[in-house]
């Protein structure tokens, strides 16, 4: 048989040894692997396949030309090399930018003088000043309260300020009839009341601050005085128990006080009440009016019935609370906290005509029928007044 048909023997057979110690994958390292074993082995992305070599032509040597860029990519500049012998030099460390790096120290002096001035406006300094001022007198305790816990300054700085964006951009409240308000000298406003949550109180107090220039102190309701928190604050911001003796105290010290005579019968009722007062109580404020001789101011307030609409009430709830009512309205409690956010009704208030009591002896105030009267020509006056500013208004957002 010719040497090469003849098939391979035993003994001529080559052993490759498919792994060390029974460990896959670590070869003596003496054979190539089969072409097989190659294909199956992962490529690399975007590998480019080797170029083919002639078999007689010699190995290349290193090309230090730029590999050319692909199509549409601008060219890399190339890397400049050492011309002589010796070891490479070493490159300069790479150091990240930091945020004010390049930003002069008078850029942002001159930022944060136009962040004071679009907070403070053009006299920042002198408000900055101010503002500075208050919060040491606070630290220090120099501050004044009255007898009834009326802190002006605290009144005048934080709450008015706090409520005046929501009154002038929200509401877009409109005051009229200013001339019926006294400059100085003790009166009594009586308003409607309503809005689910009373914020009429609020921005009548800020109505009559930012145009009569007067501070009106309000007569709250005991459930005011209870609550931990809004007792603290009411009592600062200038409120007072709704009762005779201290509207009488304070009608004759000058003072100029604000009433809401259906209480929460006016701001706890259906959303189809509206604008529908609801009883005026027993007449006491007008009682202290009599005694003291002070004139009474009607106050008509439109708008304040569409900020919560009411169409639901839970009692039973209510009753385990010891609160008035637990409202329900279109968006509370569905939304959470956003369901708390008031609507942005058009809101309008109308200071009517004094009604003057110094014709009266003090005591008139007792008789029953005189107070009755009285009290009855002043919820009407407000009654008319809203019907009036309900046909000139129009829309409710508008």
């Avoid at 498919?18 to 590998?47: D, E, F």
């Avoid at 070599?53 to 030309?65: F, G, I, L």
Wanted: charge should be negative; aromatic fraction near 8%; glycine fraction near 10%.
């Amino acid at each position: 048989m010719p040497e090469e048909a003849r098939p391979p023997s035993r003994q001529d057979a080559v052993v490759i040894p498919i792994g060390t110690g029974g460990r896959p994958g670590r070869g003596s390292g003496s054979a190539r692997p089969s072409s097989a074993a190659r294909n199956l082995a992962p490529k690399p992305r975007n590998a480019r396949p080797p170029a083919k070599k002639a078999a007689t032509q010699p190995a290349a040597e290193p090309d230090t030309q730029p590999a050319a860029e692909p199509a549409g990519e601008p060219a890399a500049p190339a890397a400049s090399t050492p011309t002589g012998p010796g070891p490479t030099p070493p490159r300069p460390p790479v150091t990240a930018a930091g945020p004010t790096d390049g930003i002069p120290v008078g850029d942002w002096l001159s930022a944060l003088q136009d962040a004071a001035v679009e907070v403070f406006g053009d006299d920042w300094e002198r408000r900055l000043a101010e503002l500075m001022a208050f919060v040491r007198r606070r630290l220090e305790g120099d501050y004044e309260i009255d007898d009834y816990g009326f802190d002006r300054e605290l009144t005048e700085r934080f709450f008015m300020t706090a409520l005046r964006p929501v009154a002038e951009k929200w509401f877009r409240l409109e005051v009229r009839g200013l001339e019926n308000i006294p400059a100085e000298g003790g009166a009594l406003v009586v308003s409607n009341h309503s809005g689910t949550v009373p914020v009429d109180g609020l921005m009548t107090m800020l109505a009559v601050h930012d145009h009569a220039h007067r501070f009106l102190r309000p007569l709250g309701a005991d459930l005011v005085f209870k609550l931990p928190l809004v007792s603290s604050l009411a009592r600062k911001s200038g409120a007072t128990l709704a009762c005779i003796e201290d509207a009488e105290r304070m009608l004759s010290g000058g003072e100029l006080v604000g009433v809401w005579p259906e209480g929460f019968k006016g701001i706890g009722k259906p959303f189809s009440e509206r604008y529908k007062l609801q009883r005026f109580g027993r007449g006491g404020f007008v009682s202290a009016a009599l005694r003291t001789g002070v004139p009474i101011i009607p106050l008509s307030v439109v708008g304040a019935e569409e900020i919560y609409p009411l169409v639901g009430n839970v009692p039973s709830l209510a009753r385990l609370l010891g609160v008035p009512y637990i409202p329900i309205t279109p968006f509370f409690p569905w939304l959470g906290p956003l369901g708390l956010v008031p609507l942005p009704s058009k809101w309008i208030l109308e200071f009517g005509e004094p009604i003057r009591t110094d014709s009266y002896d003090a005591t008139e105030a007792e008789d029953p029928m005189l107070v009755f009267n009285v009290t009855d020509q002043v919820r009407e006056t407000i009654q008319h007044t809203l019907f009036d500013l309900l046909r000139e208004r129009g829309g409710v957002f508008g």
